[in-house]
Nanobody, 125 residues
Framework: VQVVESGGGLVQAGGSLRLSCEVSGRIFNSGAVGWFRQAPGKDREFVAAIMWRDRSTYYSDPVQGRFFISRDTAKNDVYLQMDSLKPAVTAVYYC???????????????????WGNGTQVTVSA
């Protein structure tokens, strides 16, 4: 499985970006695709995820209501729409695939099996 992120860039505070995650290979119905981010000097943290089986979505508290994860039903593509961006969300954003997930592990990076190289998101004040 190969994972490739795109769509990052520089945007002013209050603006929007849409990240894309293209997955080459099979995504199991038991799995999920998640977005994580890592700012300099900080641990990688969960942003959002979508279960492949039923499209249930999960968000971290800081992004709830401003970020939206979705999938393309015809392709193995997942998107992260990010609105009302703040400088604090500046980070490298990673997409990852978990072959088998559950509610208690969907937000935990170490359970994910395949990762992309990330895309930089920078929000200026």
């Amino acid at each position: 499985v190969q994972v490739v992120e795109s769509g990052g860039g520089l945007v002013q505070a209050g603006g929007s970006l849409r990240l894309s995650c293209e997955v080459s290979g099979r995504i199991f119905n038991s799995g999920a695709v998640g977005w994580f981010r890592q700012a300099p000097g900080k641990d990688r943290e969960f942003v959002a995820a979508i279960m492949w089986r039923d499209r249930s979505t999960y968000y971290s508290d800081p992004v709830q209501g401003r970020f939206f994860i979705s999938r393309d039903t015809a392709k193995n593509d997942v998107y992260l729409q990010m609105d009302s961006l703040k400088p604090a969300v500046t980070a490298v954003y990673y997409c990852a695939v978990d072959d088998w997930t559950a509610n208690d592990r969907i937000s935990v990076p170490r359970w994910y099996d395949d990762w992309g190289n990330g895309t930089q998101v920078t929000v200026s004040a």
